[in-house]
């Protein structure tokens, strides 16, 4: 059914249907105009931080941006995320030989998700390492539910975080996005829903992931 293929699916992000495009295309514009920039990307489970991570993550490459996206967890390790990012940071091999170049010149993004359950320390001290290094032009997005103070405390202590709070947007721009999501799928307006329904969904919610849910149960 239509309604299953396009709204059953509140545990899957999909970045084109992400509702905070302003929030990161300036988030993006920041990191190319400095060096090592530190975003914590902050709000309640289901609001859609990890939709805003893998938004950064298919677009930054149109701004001649070179993204690394983690999952993050208790499951991260270092090992992992040394492989993906110097992988990520390698030179081409013209630059490597005839250059002399150790790394790319394109900034570096290192997006980070469910920062709250990493559980080693050394994931931390190896992504200031890159922060530092002046040979990159290296920024970190960071997400979860509340800022992390023993992170900030034992490894961010001194440097400027810039925290973005998402909360749920207007109605208007959810609709804009549920509307989208149904006409993905071959869909017309609101159907099988209808508008009203749609608005009084979104108007008791609290979150993107409520309003997903509650609108694939109105369906059964």
Same mark, same amino acid.
């Given at each position: ?9 509140? %545990? ?13 295309r ?30 950064? %993550? ?18 991260? &390790? ?5 492989? =993906? ?30 920062v709250?359950?990493? =559980?080693d ?31 900030? =405390? %034992? ?6 975080? %810039? ?29 099988p829903?209808? =508008? ?9 919610s &609290? &979150? ?13």
């Amino acid at each position: 059914m239509l309604e299953e293929e396009v709204l059953l699916s509140p %545990n899957e992000p999909n970045p084109n249907f992400m509702v905070y495009k302003e929030e990161a295309r300036k988030l993006i514009l920041k990191a190319i105009a400095e060096k090592s920039e530190c975003f914590w990307i902050l709000g309640k489970t289901g609001i859609g931080k990890t939709t805003f991570l893998l938004w950064l %993550n298919e677009y930054a490459p149109l701004y001649h941006i070179v993204p690394v996206f983690f999952h993050g967890g208790e499951k991260l &390790t270092l090992a992992e995320m040394k492989e =993906k990012i110097e992988e990520a940071i390698r030179p081409s091999f013209f630059s490597r030989v005839f250059l002399r170049r150790r790394v790319i010149e394109k900034p570096l993004l290192i997006l980070i998700d469910e920062v709250e359950y990493i =559980k080693d320390d050394n994931v931390f001290q190896y992504l200031i390492g890159k922060l530092d290094d002046t040979q990159l032009h290296t920024s970190l997005v960071l997400a979860s539910v509340d800022i992390v103070e023993d992170v900030v =405390k %034992n490894h961010f202590k001194g440097r400027e975080i %810039n925290r973005i709070y998402l909360e749920i947007p207007s109605s208007e721009i959810i609709m804009d996005m549920i509307r989208k999501r149904i006409e993905a799928s071959g869909g017309e307006d609101f159907q099988p829903f209808g =508008k009203q329904l749609v608005r009084d969904v979104i108007e008791s919610s &609290t &979150t993107i992931r409520d309003v997903l849910i509650k609108l694939g149960q109105s369906s059964r």
